[in-house]
């Protein structure tokens, strides 16, 4: 079975730009999540989506959207970038959105 | 407020003996934990998760222990080998969508 995928891996913007970041969930999966890691914040919950509906959200600010698709594929979307938002972002898939997570291996984003 | 806590940012043991990892957490709301495991520029794996109904699971070599009176829980890994050098995350979730709340992590470095 393959694992949760994320794209790009890697990619550099510029303050000011937006970037959409993309994550395809395990076959069967509905629930994806997605996270945030910084080495000052740790690992953070931005949202979470099951069956293209947002059950539940993070404490950050509206700048950071989301959405699912019918697949189960999902979307994040960071809109005018700051330099605070380089991170790694991770997406997580699981059946129902409760019990373990499933992680993707991150989508690396530096803002300059 | 950091709910879930991992007091011990690293820990170094020889191969063959036992790492232990500890974590402490505030929410009495939490109902279920679990433990990963990540390397760098990858995303955190799942290794073994407990019910709060349970105070032990165990899985080959790791095993969790709860203690729910106390807070706290526990991650034993026996024998420790090289392979298990990596970041160890302790996280728990209530029954809010997709969320988890992770600790800081633990390095944890094996000797030969």
């Known amino acids: 079975k393959a694992g949760v995928t994320q794209t790009p891996r890697y990619l550099i913007k510029t303050r000011g730009q937006q970037v959409t970041l993309s994550c395809s969930p395990i076959?069967?999966?509905?629930?994806v999540s997605w996270y945030q890691q910084t080495p000052g914040q740790g690992l953070q919950f931005l949202f979470e989506?099951?069956?293209?509906?947002?059950?539940n959200k993070g404490n950050f600010p509206g700048r950071f959207s989301g959405r699912q698709f019918s697949n189960s594929r999902s979307e994040m979307n960071v809109s005018t970038l700051e330099l605070g938002d380089s991170a790694l972002y991770l997406c997580a898939s699981s059946p129902q959105g409760t019990g373990e997570l499933f992680f993707g291996e991150g989508s690396r984003l530096t803002v300059l | 407020d950091q709910q879930v806590k991992q007091n011990s940012p690293s820990l170094s043991v020889q191969e063959g003996r036992i790492s232990i990892l500890n974590c402490d957490y505030t929410n009495s709301m939490f109902d279920y934990f679990l433990w990963y495991k990540k390397y760098p520029a990858e995303g955190p794996t799942f290794l073994i998760s407990?019910?709060?109904?349970?105070d032990k699971n165990e899985d080959g070599r790791f095993t969790v222990f709860l203690n729910k009176s106390a807070k706290h829980l526990s991650l034993h890994i026996v024998p420790s080998q090289p392979g298990d050098s990596a970041v160890y995350f302790c996280?728990?979730?209530?029954?809010?969508?997709?969320?988890?709340?992770f600790g800081a992590g633990t390095q944890v470095v094996v000797t030969p």
């Open positions: 996280a728990a979730m209530t029954d809010s969508w997709g969320k988890l709340q």
């Open positions: 076959s069967g999966h509905r629930s």
């Open positions: 407990i019910s709060s109904i349970k």
């Open positions: 989506y099951f069956s293209e509906t947002q059950r």
